[in-house]
T-cell receptor, first 113, second 114 residues
Framework: AQSVTQPDIHITVSEGASLELRCNYS??????LFWYVQSPGQGLQLLLK??????LVQGIKGFEAEFKRSQSSFNLRKPSVHWSDAAEYFC???????????FGTGTRLQVFP | NAGVTQTPKFQVLKTGQSMTLQCAQD?????MSWYRQDPGMGLRLIHY???????DQGEVPNGYNVSRSTTEDFPLRLLSAAPSQTSVYFC?????????????FGPGTRLTVL
C-alpha cells in the first residue's frame, strides 16, 4: 500500500521569499502524486499532479513540483511567495493498483509581509 | 455547474443522535468519496464509491454508513454520533475510479458532537 509523509507541520516565510514544501512517498512502482491547497474554511483545490513523463510539473498559481524517484520525493516549490499563498498544503499519492488517494498530514504555510 | 455541494455547512449533535450529511455533484462523475479532516492527521478516507450501487470502505469506516443509489448523490450517515466523530467532513468526486484523476472537493461540513 502507498503512504505519504509531509515532515513539516508549519512553515513561515516572508512575502517575496522562495518556498519549498517537502513530500516523501512510499510505493513500489511509479506513483501518482498530487499537491492540493486548502485556503481557510474552504475545500481542497488541485495545484498540480504527476503520473508520467516530465518529472518537473507546472501547476496553477506559479507553483511547480519535481518528482525524484531516487529520493522518493515530490517537493513543491515557488520562487516568490505572495501573501495570498498562506494556506494548508497537502501532498497525496495514488497508484495503478488502487482506487484510493492517500493524503499526507499537511503543511500550514504562514506568510509575513 | 455547481460542482460538489455539501449540506449542512455546520451541525451540532448530541451523543447518540443520528444524522445524514448530504453530498451531490453535477459533473456526472463515477467516483465519489468521503473524508474526515482532523488536526495533525490530514484527510482520512471514510468510504468511497466507484459508481451507482457500489460502495467500499476506506481507512476509517467505523460508525459511518453510505449508499449510492444515483450517480449524483452520496450521503454519509452517522447512526449514533460519538464525540470522536467531531471533525470536518469533505465529500469529493472524480471522473472515474483511477487514482490519477483530479478529485473535486466540496466546501465541507463542520460537525460537533457533544
Amino acid at each position: 500500500a502507498q503512504s505519504v509523509t509531509q515532515p513539516d507541520i508549519h512553515i513561515t516565510v516572508s512575502e517575496g521569499a522562495s518556498l519549498e514544501l517537502r513530500c516523501n512517498y512510499s510505493y513500489g512502482a511509479t506513483p501518482y502524486l498530487f499537491w492540493y491547497v486548502q485556503s481557510p474554511g474552504q475545500g481542497l483545490q488541485l495545484l498540480l499532479k504527476y503520473f508520467s513523463g516530465d518529472t518537473l510539473v507546472q501547476g496553477i498559481k506559479g507553483f511547480e513540483a519535481e518528482f525524484k524517484r531516487s529520493q522518493s520525493s515530490f517537493n513543491l516549490r515557488k520562487p516568490s511567495v505572495h501573501w495570498s499563498d498562506a494556506a494548508e498544503y497537502f501532498c497525496a499519492v495514488g497508484a495503478r493498483d488502487t482506487d484510493k488517494l492517500i493524503f499526507g498530514t499537511g503543511t500550514r504555510l504562514q506568510v509575513f509581509p | 455547474n455547481a460542482g460538489v455541494t455539501q449540506t449542512p455547512k455546520f451541525q451540532v449533535l448530541k451523543t447518540g443522535q443520528s444524522m445524514t450529511l448530504q453530498c451531490a455533484q453535477d459533473m456526472n462523475h463515477e467516483y465519489m468519496s468521503w473524508y474526515r479532516q482532523d488536526p495533525g492527521m490530514g484527510l482520512r478516507l471514510i468510504h468511497y464509491s466507484v459508481g451507482a450501487g457500489i460502495t467500499d470502505q476506506g481507512e476509517v469506516p467505523n460508525g459511518y454508513n453510505v449508499s449510492r443509489s444515483t450517480t449524483e448523490d452520496f450521503p454519509l450517515r452517522l447512526l449514533s454520533a460519538a464525540p470522536s466523530q467531531t471533525s470536518v467532513y469533505f465529500c469529493a468526486s472524480s471522473y472515474d475510479r483511477f487514482s490519477y484523476n483530479e478529485q473535486f472537493f466540496g466546501p465541507g461540513t463542520r460537525l460537533t458532537v457533544l
